[in-house]
């Protein structure tokens, strides 16, 4: 008879098929030589080409033992992305959800962490009846049958999985392993593998190095993978020469060469790719015709890369140095950018340096079109953030403020325009004598920091006539959210006498989703407690980010868009 664990594996791999009774195929990207390479780009590049024929899946796998990355600093990781149900989630499902245009899941993010996790609560269950445990088989099993499982679920036609890391990191060995597998489980002619590495470019004797990628491959294929197609990523394209040498040294065909080179944008991608017959490759190995094209993404290329106008925004928040910590901020610019024809040409400004005297607030958004104050946790860089808010104010500077955005609008606007001096987030200044922001009453028992804040898709009713309502063209918005402080119900009042206007709020009435001042005051003053970069694609932009670059244009150019 056989074990809980050989039974449910042996079930799991019969789930292979589609609802046509085809079988699941599966892509598989690994990357090498250093990270940071662009492996989510390229898969959601590769996902979008076999989107116009299959429902594509991703699935991210990260070697950190965090069990998702929530509580990391957006300094270690980048930005953490916030799916509909609330799963806080690799970056990289950003480019996934813009490229491919669907809500993913948190399942669909795998760590080392929820691996080991649920390895061990299994063990201590006598789940394995008494086997020792180990890496190989009870790891890679546990990952294949995830893998299996949501293959199955989601009934996909095409199964994505990005590996993170580099080959011959000892965190990500238990997926690569487990991908190595899998190609016996499934059927060589189900699955392909795609290889991202590094092709240098030595200026001091004007050539392209291929050996940092031969090396690379070299120890993929020592893991048992050897790949169907080679992504090198370089500053300009791979000469013939450097094609035919990685053809030839890493045993792929002169055409499963792609060139990966760097991009005015990332939406060129899979125009790049498909160029360069990445469409063939594929068609050939899963046996089907491509089907529709890229017309309307190209349009939209165009426009970024050839705008009819431009404006300059300023984000002004603490995490500047890693551009990675706003990745879903900047792609909403420029995703409303390409729909109104117009460039944005972003400046990161460190509101710590407000505080510090480095610079002015004059001297650092004097020239702006318009002005963003995004996330944020903790007192660091706030009373910058403010000073930016006052000036975007007064200044009539459009102006969106983000979720910690919005609390901080309007702590300036009690002190400043409803003569509250003290007026402060408990979160900046626990001892505030008007804490016209303050920590929800639900998370004020909350000890565990991982997922337990307000998070996911929350339903807002919109105040008919207001800003808001007109670029949702509803009186209803469904935003993700990620926060643990609110406006305080008991200062709604003294902030709307004083002309704040409360133009969303949650279904029961008592948390503020969006405020705004009236156009008489302000061309575009719009902040929300929610997240709406996290929805925005390139062919659909968020309603709040259009509205903010479309004031923007009028404000520079003083017509109407």
């Known amino acids: 008879m056989p074990s809980k664990e050989t039974g449910a594996k042996a079930r799991v791999s019969q789930r292979q098929s589609s609802p046509s009774g085809h079988k699941t195929k599966w892509v598989i990207v690994t990357g090498g030589v250093v990270s940071g390479l662009g492996k989510g780009t390229a898969s959601a590049s590769i996902g979008k080409l076999l989107s116009r024929n299959f429902k594509v899946v991703p699935i991210k796998c990260d070697g950190y033992l965090n069990v998702d990355p929530g509580t990391m600093n957006p300094f270690e990781h980048g930005e953490v992305f916030v799916l509909e149900d609330g799963g806080e989630v690799d970056m990289d499902f950003g480019h996934y959800e813009r490229f491919l245009d669907i809500n993913c899941k948190k399942e669909w993010n795998l760590t080392t962490g929820k691996i080991f996790e649920s390895i061990i609560r299994k063990e201590r269950q006598g789940f394995f009846l008494g086997k020792t445990v180990q890496v190989i088989p009870h790891v890679t099993n546990e990952i294949k049958a995830r893998w299996l499982e949501i293959a199955n679920s989601e009934k996909a036609g095409v199964v994505l999985i990005e590996i993170g890391g580099t080959i011959g990191d000892i965190e990500n060995s238990w997926f690569i392993e487990a991908a190595r597998q899998l190609k016996k489980e499934v059927g060589p002619e189900n699955i392909l593998y795609v290889h991202l590495s590094y092709v240098p470019y030595v200026r001091s004797i004007g050539q392209q190095k291929t050996k940092p990628a031969q090396r690379d491959v070299e120890t993929l294929r020592s893991l048992g993978i050897l790949p169907d197609v080679i992504i090198g990523r370089s500053e300009e394209d791979l000469t013939a020469e450097s094609k035919q040498k990685i053809a030839l040294f890493c045993d792929v065909s002169d055409e499963a060469v792609i060139s990966g080179k760097d991009i005015e944008t990332i939406y060129e991608v899979p125009v790049m790719f498909e160029e360069q017959g990445m469409v063939s490759l594929l068609a050939r190995r899963f046996g089907f015709s491509p089907a529709k094209d890229l017309t309307a993404w190209r349009n939209l290329i165009a426009a970024i890369k050839a705008p009819k106008y431009r404006v300059k925004v300023a984000i002004c928040g603490k995490y500047t140095v890693l551009n990675d910590s706003y990745a879903s901020l900047i792609e909403s610019l420029r995703h409303a950018g390409a729909n109104l024809n117009c460039g944005v040409d972003i400046t990161f400004v460190e509101t710590t340096d407000f505080e510090d005297g480095k610079v002015t607030v004059d001297s650092a958004l004097h020239s702006m079109d318009a002005i963003i104050v995004p996330i944020g946790f903790g007192a660091r860089g706030v009373e910058g953030k403010i000073s930016a808010v006052k000036f975007a104010r007064e200044r009539k500077v459009p102006f969106l403020g983000l ?28 001892k505030t004598s008007h804490p016209v922001v303050m920590i929800l009453p639900e998370q004020r028992s909350v000890k565990d920091l991982g997922g337990t804040m307000r998070l996911g898709a929350e339903t807002a009713q919109l105040r008919k006539g207001s800003i808001v309502a007109e670029l949702y063209r509803s009186n209803v918005a469904v935003e993700r959210h990620r926060h643990r402080y609110e406006v305080n119900p008991k200062y709604h009042s003294v902030l709307e006498r004083n002309g704040l206007v409360i133009s969303g709020s949650s279904r029961n009435g008592k948390l503020v989703e969006f405020i705004e001042l009236p156009q008489s ?7 929300t407690q929610a997240h709406p970069e996290y929805k925005s694609r390139l062919e659909r932009p968020s309603p709040l980010y259009y509205g903010l670059i479309r004031a923007a244009i009028e404000r520079k150019y003083r017509l109407k868009v």
């Open 403 to 430: 979720c910690f955005g919005l609390q901080l609008a309007v702590v300036e606007f009690a002190r400043n325009v409803c003569g509250l001096k003290d007026a402060n987030s408990t979160e900046a200044s626990p």
């Open 521 to 527: 005051a302000h061309p575009y003053f719009t902040a």
